[in-house]
DNA sequence: GAAAGAAATAGAATAATTCTAAAATCATTA
DNA sequence: TAATGATTTTAGAATTATTCTATTTCTTTC
């Protein structure tokens, strides 16, 4: 754990939002401006790959990262575009009752509108 | 519908697999030599946005495509990659009915071992 | 405090995708 | 059929996201 991973985890874990490598990059120079870019890869793929942060791929974009560690869904608003968590505890189970085969991970993301949006309509 | 677009349509149709674009464009060429790589993007861009056809972001690697229309849901192999549809009617309506909110669309990638790899642990 | 190993840095390299400008194609109307 | 305008294709440059590489900086241990 050296002191940019810390940082990095730090930005993550304080971000309510799912953030770009590059938004955490420039978050991460407005406290350490000599860190690189490459640091910041390299600790995302450490940490996704130890399963401490998560890694989510969006249509039209760079990959989003956050530091919720408990496994659990998205909420993507197609007019806004805010990604949102969400936790649906029972549906491992349940892929796995209509699979018939043990789920080792799946990645979800709902499309729908956000509250805000919706009300606009 | 240009002759490309009924090319590329074609190739989705007939292969079994989920192509990313590379593939497709070198499948396309066998057949239409001067075709270009910013067409087979425009047409798969144009038809995945008129929900012709699907595209699927999986980590570590490119969009992959397909012609299949009605939704539908993935197995991903983590042991040999590779991608195989599933279809589950119910799971729409049981996601609605968790989140309380009308599900415009979704996307959902199950990791599992495919029957193949799991023989072979 | 020197040596060894691990991680960080800077910038080049790669891969996937998009953009741009010119040429080709197509459909429509004169 | 010729002219017109709209759309699409083409080729290659440009962009974006990400990874790689070689060098430097930190840590840790002796």
Redesign the interface.
Known sequence: MTRQRELILGILSQSDRHLTADEIFFLAKLKMPTIAMATVYNNLNAMNEAGVIH?I???GGADRFSAVSEPHDH?LC?ECGKLTD?R?P??KV??EK??H?????????????CPAC?RKK
Chains 1, 2 share one sequence.
């Open positions: 890694r791929r969006v249509d909420l197609d969400i649906l029972k549906l349940e892929l209509q699979i085969s043990p789920v080792d991970s799946y990645d979800l993301v709902i499309h729908t509108l919706r």
